[in-house]
């Protein structure tokens, strides 16, 4: 069974910086497309950034394009998302996603809390 960790969230001011990371367990990533969510108090969930399974294809959300970059390491099972001027709105839970597209199937992190407050 995959499993999915999230960490480095955190409390920062605004124009501070973070590096989320996203831990997949169980299985290589090399076939998953990683993609990372956030969700803010009383809104719906939305996407981020996605990268592909071979890092070939990259996209970002209008609000946080050239502030998150997206990597990935399929050799650590990682994939990171590099946060910086970041801003009161860019407060959320944030939640990797990973998607298998041979089997369709999906799964979820249990998120890690992203807190922009002076």
């Known amino acids: 069974q995959l499993h999915i960790v999230e960490s480095g969230g955190g409390l920062v001011q605004p124009g501070g910086s973070l590096n989320l990371t996203c831990l997949v367990v169980?299985?290589?990533?090399?076939?998953?497309?990683i993609e990372w969510f956030r969700q803010a108090p009383g809104k719906e969930r939305e996407g981020v950034s996605c990268?592909?399974?071979?890092?070939?294809?990259?996209t970002y959300a209008d609000s946080v394009k050239g502030r998150f970059t997206i990597s990935r390491d399929n050799a650590y099972n990682r994939v990171y998302l590099q946060l910086v001027s970041l801003r009161p709105d860019d407060t959320a839970v944030y939640y990797c996603?990973?998607?298998?597209?041979?089997?369709?199937?999906?799964?979820w992190g249990q998120g890690t809390q992203v807190t922009v407050s002076s």
């Open positions: 996603n990973a998607f298998g597209p041979l089997t369709g199937r999906e799964y």
């Open positions: 169980g299985y290589a990533l090399d076939f998953y497309k």
């Open positions: 990268i592909s399974s071979n890092g070939g294809s990259i």
